[in-house]
C-alpha cells in the first residue's frame, strides 16, 4: 500500500546495473531525475517494478520518507 503523500516523480532507469559500493558491493540500478540529468546509482528497490537488463524505463513513482526504526 503506498500512502497518499509524497511527491510523484518522473524517474528514468537505465538498461544495466552498476557495481558500486554501500555497506558492501553490490548492483545499482542507474538512475535520473530528468530526461537530461546525470546517471546516478540508486542504491534501492522500487516496490512493483522488476527491471529487466537491455531496456530503459520511465517510471511515474511516489517518493516519501521511511521511518527508518526498525
Keep these: 500500500v ?3 503523500e509524497g511527491e510523484v516523480l518522473s524517474m528514468w532507469v537505465g538498461p544495466e546495473r552498476q557495481t558500486c559500493m ?3 558491493e553490490m548492483q545499482c540500478l542507474q538512475v535520473k531525475w530528468s ?3 546525470a546517471w546516478e546509482n540508486f ?3 522500487i516496490d ?3 527491471h529487466v537488463p537491455g531496456y530503459n ?3 511515474l513513482v511516489r517518493r516519501f520518507r ?3 526504526t526498525p
Design 2 to 4: 503506498i500512502p497518499a
Design 22 to 24: 554501500g555497506v558492501v
Design 35 to 37: 530526461e537530461d540529468g
Design 43 to 45: 542504491f534501492s528497490s
Design 48 to 50: 512493483g517494478f522488476i
Design 57 to 59: 524505463y520511465e517510471l
Design 66 to 68: 521511511v521511518d527508518p
